[in-house]
T-cell receptor
Framework: GAVVSQHPSWVICKSGTSVKIECRSL??????MFWYRQFPKQSLMLMAT?????????EQGVEKDKFLINHASLTLSTLTVTSAHPEDSSFYIC??????????????????FGQGTRLTVV | AQKITQTQPGMFVQEKEAVTLDCTYD???????LFWYKQPSSGEMIFLIY??????QNATEGRYSLNFQKARKSANLVISASQLGDSAMYFC??????????????????FGQGTTLQVKP
């Protein structure tokens, strides 16, 4: 099946530093990946759509210069939180778009998720 | 604009009983996909079940079934024979864009607010 690996699973960093989170599709090529942010007990909010070889598309209200996204290859997208502050502490999770073989037959396009990264800025 | 609504912040169910988690949606698209995900405390998003807007039958995957009522724009998840391991947060999601081969199928998902399910022994 489609496996998406996200690294690191958790990170603690000092305020003002930058943190890079990687999202890899292990057994398929992903031209499109998505980055979500989730606060405790809340829903996933889409931050941006990452397209291989082109600029990411950011959702309204997401600071492009603060959350840098790079999709340099068909299997890797990175999210860099620059000049992190305590309010950036959150759970970040990526997903990659892939073809999915449905139970009972037929194909579908689906997004497979990484394990998520818990970021704490102190 | 597309919208997903889950009105149950929390639910309790007795072990071995069935439980229904509600989800309603709003979209002007004719073709769309509906998903349910389980998120345990570890944070990973576990795909449970998918329903396409043109699927004539309700989707089933093991103990999970989706009660799809298109006219009412609802896609409720039914978990049969609940187990302690089912305790988690559950999210209903809609895929933006058109069907599998449509160029407008972005794969982007819009999530509901989530329902926390607790299974009692």
């Amino acid at each position: 099946g489609a496996v998406v690996s996200q690294h690191p699973s958790w990170v603690i960093c000092k305020s003002g530093t930058s943190v890079k989170i990687e999202c890899r599709s292990l057994d398929f090529q992903a031209t499109t990946m998505f980055w979500y942010r989730q606060f405790p007990k809340q829903s996933l909010m889409l931050m941006a759509t990452s397209n291989e070889g082109s600029k990411a598309t950011y959702e309204q209200g997401v600071e492009k210069d603060k959350f840098l996204i790079n999709h340099a290859s068909l299997t890797l997208s990175t999210l860099t939180v620059t000049s992190a502050h305590p309010e950036d502490s959150s759970f970040y999770i990526c997903s990659a778009k892939a073809l999915y073989l449905r139970t009972g037959g037929g194909l579908n396009t689906e997004a497979f998720f990484g394990q998520g990264t818990r970021l704490t800025v102190v | 604009a597309q919208k997903i609504t889950q009105t149950q912040p929390g639910m309790f169910v007795q072990e071995k009983e069935a439980v229904t988690l509600d989800c309603t949606y709003d979209t002007s698209d004719q073709s769309y996909g509906l998903f349910w995900y389980k998120q345990p405390s570890s944070g990973e998003m576990i795909f449970l079940i998918y329903q396409g807007s043109y699927d004539e039958q309700n989707a089933t995957e093991g103990r999970y079934s989706l009660n799809f009522q298109k006219a009412r724009k609802s896609a409720n998840l039914v978990i049969s024979a609940s187990q302690l391991g089912d305790s988690a947060m559950y999210f209903c999601a809609m895929r933006e864009g058109r069907g599998l081969w449509g160029s407008s199928n972005t794969g982007k998902l819009i999530f509901g607010q989530g329902t926390t399910l607790q299974v009692k022994p």
